[in-house]
């Protein structure tokens, strides 16, 4: 929470303090709702829940007489409410019958999808769980060798091909090692080209295909970056669209002072965020929660 709120504070805490400044003002005039509307269509949170959030704030606010000294508060529990707690975050990374969990990782090439499953390795290990990486984006060699360093430096294997192999071939190969290892997970590091939708569903629907034919895939990750706002969220959608994406990693929250797109993009793809990347390094990746990311937002 400490890191969190550290990370946050200089970027997204302005989101928080601006809407914190307005909501306190002796009046609230039409003019500060518009202040209010405009502070968080900045930072992303999308049209529908800002409009949902200044109802609810209006509301509070005004019938129900809550004051200044209150807008705090009342602030907390609203944007928490948007942030929907009930929401199960927790990843699925265990198999069953004695077969691993596998966890597939898809996204836009940069979103930080190779980065991402070496950090997910990293905590899986220190949870003393047995790990197998799928080096499954083989149309950049760069990916590979980025892995393979991963790997090295988490202490897992990297199952790879040669550049430009059937990235379903590797998907295949690193899932029957982890099964024939006795892996409690394997992850799959996808290709991110979105040239075109149908390329992409028959890509990433052949992957999923020859992995279940082994294992079950207990988790689709989609890996967003956070400071791609809109761009972001048109993507995300492509994706959710050719395969069912069971949770959203936001990347570079570290530097992105959006942080509204936490709640913009659950709300477009209906599944929760589940991790949160706040730096490039080992450590910086943190499961999502939602009470320490409100907080976060009103430094
Ligand atoms: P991929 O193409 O989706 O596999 O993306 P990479 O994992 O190669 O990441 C692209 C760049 O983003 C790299 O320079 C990463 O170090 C960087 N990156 C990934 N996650 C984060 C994050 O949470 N914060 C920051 N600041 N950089 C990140």
Same mark, same amino acid.
């Given at each position: 929470l400490q890191r969190l709120r550290q990370r946050l504070? !200089?970027? *997204?805490g302005a989101l928080g303090r601006g809407l914190l400044a307005l909501l306190s003002r002796d009046r609230l005039d039409e003019d500060t709702w518009e202040s209010i509307e405009d502070t968080l269509l900045t930072a992303d949170i999308g049209v529908g829940p800002t409009q949902e959030l200044v109802d609810r704030l209006r509301t509070r606010m005004r019938v129900d007489g809550a004051d200044a000294s209150q807008a705090r508060e009342v602030l907390r529990e609203e944007l928490l409410a948007l942030v929907d707690p009930?929401? &199960? /975050?927790?990843? *699925? @990374?265990s198999g069953e019958d004695g077969r691993p969990g596998v966890v597939l990782v898809v996204g836009v090439? #940069?979103?930080?999808k190779t980065t991402t499953v070496g950090k997910i390795a990293r905590i899986l290990v220190a949870e003393d769980r047995s790990v197998v990486l799928g080096a499954? &984006?083989?149309? /950049?060699a760069a990916a590979v060798e980025q892995l393979a360093t991963w790997g090295e430096r988490v202490g897992v294997d990297v199952v790879r091909g040669p550049e430009g192999t059937d990235p379903a071939s590797v998907a295949f190969e690193a899932v029957k090692q982890g099964a024939s290892e006795g892996a409690d997970t394997v992850i799959v590091d996808t290709a991110? /080209?979105? *040239?075109?939708k149908a390329g992409l569903m028959d890509e990433l629907g052949k992957v999923k295909r020859v992995i279940e034919k082994q294992a079950p895939v207990t988790e689709v990750l989609l890996v967003l970056d956070?400071?791609?706002?809109q761009n972001g969220m048109i993507q995300a959608r492509v994706f959710s669209e050719v395969v069912d994406v069971t949770g959203i990693v936001l990347t570079k929250l570290d530097g992105?002072?959006?942080?509204?797109i936490v709640v913009a993009v659950q709300r477009e793809? #209906? @599944? %929760? @965020?589940k991790l949160v990347g706040l #730096?490039? !390094? %080992?450590?910086d990746l943190a499961p999502f929660d939602s009470g320490a990311f409100v907080d976060a937002l009103l430094g």
């Open positions: 504070a !200089g970027s *997204q009930s929401m &199960d /975050r927790r990843l *699925q @990374v090439n #940069g979103a930080g499954a &984006d083989t149309f /950049r991110g /080209r979105l *040239q075109n956070a400071t791609t706002g992105s002072a959006k942080g509204g793809l #209906g @599944v %929760p @965020v #730096g490039e !390094g %080992p450590d």
